[in-house]
T-cell receptor, first 115, second 111 residues
Framework: EPEVTQTPSHQVTQMGQEVILRCVPI?????FYWYRQILGQKVEFLVS????????KSEIFDDQFSVERPDGSNFTLKIRSTKLEDSAMYFC?????????????FGPGTRLTVT | GQQLNQSPQSMFIQEGEDVSMNCTSS?????WLWYKQEPGEGPVLLIA?????ELTSNGRLTAQFGITRKDSFLNISASIPSDVGIYFC???????????FGTGTRLKVLA
């Protein structure tokens, strides 16, 4: 069964450094998403991406964040200058669009630790 | 903004018992999804509901889309130890694909 994959599984970085989190969505999906989950809290929407552009973003997704689909398979989240409060699990998700649009499938996540 | 509140927040049950949890919103949702998350992993989609009143099963799991469109229920029958995890309801904010997740129900099953 196709699945969303994410790399790395764990990223440790120093405050102020740039990080890039990578995701490979399910191959025939059209919509892509990033979410984050601070330890012990609920999953929070960051951004959705369709047709090579951001379709929606939350207030969390400020100028320090950016997303890109550099080729036909990868979907990345970049944090330009990490802060301590960026420490969280980051989940990528994808969905098929159209009638299958609401079914979002999540990757295993990348645990980001900012020190 | 839209929020999804889940209850109970946590529950401890004996293996074999049935479980019921719910999710409520102050505003209407057109789709309800139920996810399960185990420690260190991403949410796994369990059931998707698309119409008010819809009742859908997935093995021992049954979920219902409330007729008011402001709530949904998830039932687990004959619980087993591997049912342990956090169960989240989720739905897209009106007219968007921006998913809002509920506060979660943490389930622990005692063997």
């Amino acid at each position: 069964e196709p699945e969303v994959t994410q790399t790395p599984s764990h990223q440790v970085t120093q405050m102020g450094q740039e990080v890039i989190l990578r995701c490979v969505p399910i191959s025939n999906h059209l919509y892509f998403y990033w979410y984050r989950q601070i330890l012990g809290q609920k999953v929070e929407f960051l951004v959705s991406f369709y047709n090579n552009e951001i379709s929606e973003k939350s207030e969390i997704f400020d100028d320090q964040f950016s997303v890109e689909r550099p080729d036909g398979s990868n979907f990345t989240l970049k944090i330009r200058s990490t802060k301590l409060e960026d420490s969280a699990m980051y989940f990528c998700a994808s969905s098929g669009g159209g009638g299958m649009g609401p079914r979002q499938y999540f990757g295993p996540g990348t645990r980001l630790t900012v020190t | 903004g839209q929020q999804l509140n889940q209850s109970p927040q946590s529950m401890f049950i004996q293996e074999g018992e049935d479980v019921s949890m719910n999710c409520t919103s102050s505003s209407i949702f057109n789709t309800w999804l139920w996810y399960k998350q185990e420690p260190g992993e991403g949410p796994v989609l369990l059931i998707a509901l698309y119409k008010a009143g819809e009742l859908t099963s997935n093995g021992r799991l049954t979920a219902q889309f409330g007729i008011t469109r402001k709530d949904s229920f998830l039932n687990i029958s004959a619980s087993i130890p591997s049912d342990v995890g956090i169960y989240f309801c989720a739905g897209p904010a009106a007219g968007t694909y921006k998913y809002i997740f509920g506060t979660g129900t943490r389930l622990k099953v005692l063997a």
